[in-house]
């Protein structure tokens, strides 16, 4: 029947697939290098602050809700009602109580020590031994400015000076190179910073001239100079001083000579020049009687030496001569002076119209205080510190300052009681009267030194400072302790009762 038989196999090749295979190729690509950077911020602080509202007071919440019932705070309604009665007498008896009259807080740190914060010197001034004599604090106490030149010498001085200023609030402070270096053809015997503007400087020099120097203008900071002429000084300049005009806000410079001359000087600064506007002579014949017993040695006219204008009253204004007289005049005085007549293109008047007990020897300093109209200080070569009521000729009190001489004294702008005193031997002598003995409360500098005390000044805008000016050239900034600055209750009260005693 069927059987089963095997046929050979036959197959077809397929031409597409092989075709296909033939044509594959192979292909490779890639991107460029990418560049990468890594960078990190951050803040420059980081502050985290969070908020929550407290618990729901249930109690409060009733009494705002309801103010008529009572509150729920157990025993709070209890202890208010016991402290009532209590707390409202110790309050009617401390409305009553004076134990804290006049008592004046103060939160800054009490100090104890007098330290001297700076070292100030012009190393020229320095090298050639030239003293300071005179030391002046700008309106914003912040800068000190001193002038050098040598004196006493008997005859003009051709010595080259300078004028020498410190802001002591730059951080670069150098103590042995000033901020500003002014070089003057002759000694500077006086200097005064004005009262508003801090970059005007009053000098007055060793020939006779008054200058105003401008520190804001580097270049040349002389803005107006008298020079030499008919008006201008003839004798050298002891002292220069600004003084308030009619003007609001405006100042004229007052400057007296060895030449018993004051002249009131305008300062016009569109123009750039001095205009005298007032000139006052001192003469011997036209003086009080209470100096009449004084006889000037050939001259006519009295040698000032020192002035100072009172802090009440702009037209009174102290006088202090060679002879040792103290006299009180009057910038309104229109007493023609007793003089022959000059080529001046002012009249000179007389001003004096008081005299008071002659001294010793010359008046090197006077001060008229800040706290009361009637007093001020005198101190010369007697060693001695006088304080003067302007309506007794004697004066009230003497104090033993310096075995030698006393070159300045000062109030303090900041103690009623207080003052200090520049000595020959080196040293300054703080005084304070409120005190029961007259012996100074501190001494600055050491003494013996050789190296005498010439000139001083308080800081008006930071009382704690002192700025001292040395016959060697250097000049001293101190501060002061606490208790030299401080005002005490009863210390302007007790200056009233000396004001009012009678001398003997």
């Not at 001297?116 to 012009?122: D, I």
């Not at 190393?123 to 001193?146: I, Q, Y």
């Not at 309104?332 to 000179?348: D, E, G, I, R, Y």
Request: overall charge negative.
């Amino acid at each position: 029947m069927f059987s089963d038989e095997a046929q050979v196999p036959v197959s077809i090749p397929s031409s597409w697939k092989k075709c296909q295979q033939l044509t594959q190729e192979s292909r490779g690509c890639q991107t460029r290098v990418i560049d990468s950077t890594e960078a990190g911020v951050q803040a420059v602080s980081c502050v985290i602050g969070a908020t929550q509202t407290e618990l729901q007071d249930q109690v409060t919440t009733h009494f705002l809700q309801d103010p008529h019932d009572e509150l729920c705070s157990p025993g709070l309604k209890d202890f208010l009602r016991r402290v009532e009665v209590p707390v409202i007498r110790e309050l009617v008896r401390s409305a009553k109580s004076h134990a804290f009259d006049g008592f004046q807080v103060n939160w800054e740190e009490h100090n104890q020590m007098v330290l001297c914060l700076h070292q100030l010197e012009h190393p020229k001034a320095v090298e050639r031994s030239l003293p300071v004599t005179s030391v002046s604090w700008s309106c914003t106490g912040a800068s000190v400015v001193c002038a050098y030149g040598r004196m006493g010498e008997g005859d003009w001085s051709d010595d080259k000076s300078y004028v020498c200023m410190w802001n002591l609030d730059h951080r670069g402070l150098n103590p042995k190179q000033a901020d500003l270096v002014i070089n003057v053809t002759t000694a500077v015997t006086s200097l005064s910073c004005h009262p508003m503007r801090p970059a005007l400087i009053a000098g007055g020099l060793y020939s006779g001239e008054v200058v105003v120097w401008d520190t804001s203008q580097t270049t040349d900071p002389v803005l107006m100079q008298t020079g030499m002429s008919a008006d201008s000084h003839r004798e050298p300049v002891c002292q220069v001083t600004w003084v308030p005009l009619h003007d609001k806000g405006e100042f004229g410079v007052l400057s007296a000579c060895s030449g018993g001359r004051l002249l009131l000087w305008t300062v016009n600064s569109e123009q750039g020049r001095f205009v005298l506007k007032a000139a006052f002579a001192l003469v011997q014949q036209q003086l009080p009687s209470v100096s009449s017993s004084f006889k000037a040695q050939g001259t006519i006219t009295v040698g000032v030496t020192s002035m100072d204008l009172s802090a009440w009253d702009p037209d009174t204004l102290i006088v202090g001569s060679e002879g040792g007289l103290l006299l009180r005049c009057s910038l309104s005085s229109q007493t023609p002076a007793a003089v022959p007549p000059q080529s001046q293109s002012v009249p000179l008047r007389a001003p004096v119209v008081f005299s008071f007990r002659p001294g010793s020897g010359p008046v090197h300093s006077i001060h008229c205080s800040p706290f009361h109209r009637n007093l001020f200080l005198s101190a010369g070569t007697d060693g001695l510190a006088h304080l003067h009521s302007l309506l007794q000729s004697n004066p009230l009190l003497s104090l033993r300052v310096s075995d030698t001489y006393v070159f300045k004294v000062q109030w303090s702008p900041s103690r009623p009681l207080l003052f200090a005193a520049a000595t020959g031997q080196g040293e300054v002598q703080i005084f304070d009267l409120s005190g029961r003995s007259l012996r100074p409360v501190a001494t600055i500098g050491q003494g013996g030194d050789g190296k005498a005390a010439t000139c001083l000044a308080f800081n008006g805008q930071h009382s704690g400072l002192l700025a001292v000016g040395r016959s060697d050239g250097t000049v001293g900034v101190w501060k002061l302790s606490t208790d030299l600055t401080e005002q005490k209750p009863t210390e302007t009260n007790l200056l009233e009762q000396i004001a009012s005693q009678v001398a003997e």
